[in-house]
């Protein structure tokens, strides 16, 4: 019974990966609706340019992003440059900080593959249940 059990979920395992994987690829369900990390259209460098200038009270092109600034004693300490994938945060020349917040393929393909394997699993539960209760 127990070799049965490892079987099915190197099965279970393989197929939810590929699945996933097809997924990703093709771009379905769900996987468009992700924010992608090479759709960035913003650089980091307009990014850095826009928080420097603001940073130094200057005038700054602002488009497509939103700009947050934060205050100690009515002092510019950070400024924060942010899209939908990107967030750019700038508190001095050697102060920067990067944060991706889009997908990579890989962790996409991660994040399919373990929900399509905890679906295979309720249904496998579900269907068990129902055979247990009829015989």
């Known amino acids: ?3 049965f ?8 395992i393989m197929v939810s990966w590929l699945f ?14 992700m924010l992608w990390a090479e759709d960035e259209t ?3 460098n307009e990014m850095r340019q826009i928080a420097e200038c603001i940073f130094n009270d200057e005038k700054a092109n602002v488009k497509n ?8 004693d009515e002092i510019i300490t950070e400024v ?10 700038y508190k001095g020349k050697n102060d920067e900080t990067i944060i991706n ?3 990579t393929e890989d962790w996409a393909i991660l994040y399919f593959s373990l929900k399509t394997w905890a679906v295979i699993h ?3 539960f579900l269907i068990i249940t129902v055979m247990l209760l009829i015989f």
Request: overall charge positive; proline content about 0%; hydrophobic content about 50%.
């Open 1 to 3: 019974m127990g070799i």
């Open 80 to 89: 924060i440059v942010e899209t939908e994938r990107k967030k750019f945060s």
């Open 42 to 44: 913003m650089d980091i």
């Open 20 to 33: 996933a994987k097809r997924i990703v690829k093709e771009r379905w369900l769900g996987a468009k609706r």
């Open 65 to 72: 992003c939103s700009v947050t600034r934060k205050f100690e």
């Open 122 to 124: 309720v249904f496998t």
């Open 5 to 12: 059990f490892v079987v099915f979920e190197v099965i279970c």
């Open 101 to 103: 917040k889009a997908w």
